[in-house]
């Protein structure tokens, strides 16, 4: 069974910074999934926000372009998402999210969430 818990979320201030993290454990080979964090407002659907490859190379949507930083440790199975200047339109739910695609299948896991909500 694979679980992933986020953590780290809260209540800020418009151009404050938190650290969202992400720890995996159960029958997962971390190092080879790819690893993201998406986030839905209320009222909004799901969109992606950061995600960084196996490989290590990461993706992030226009709006937290230049904000947000994705990164991983692979020895701890953890990710993370430092999150800047943070806008009152960042506020969301926060999931993270780990896949691995293969030939034949795929895997994908989710964690609970974690709100975030920024104040003007």
């Known amino acids: 069974q694979v679980q992933l818990v986020e953590s780290g979320g809260g209540l800020v201030q418009a151009g404050g910074s938190l650290r969202l993290s992400c720890a995996v454990s159960?029958?997962?080979?971390?190092?080879?999934?790819?690893m993201g964090w998406y986030r839905q407002a209320p009222g909004k659907q799901r969109e992606l926000v950061a995600t960084?490859?196996?490989?290590?190379?990461?993706n992030y949507a226009d709006s937290v372009k230049g904000r947000f930083a994705i990164s991983r440790d692979n020895a701890k199975k953890m990710v993370y998402l430092q999150m800047n200047s943070l806008k009152p339109e960042d506020t969301a739910d926060y999931y993270c999210?780990?896949?691995?695609?293969?030939?034949?299948?795929?895997?994908?896991?989710w964690g609970q969430g974690t709100q975030v909500t920024v104040s003007s």
């Open positions: 960084v490859s196996s490989g290590g190379n990461t």
């Open positions: 159960g029958s997962i080979t971390f190092s080879r999934y790819g």
């Open positions: 999210n780990a896949n691995r695609v293969l030939t034949w299948t795929s895997y994908s896991y």
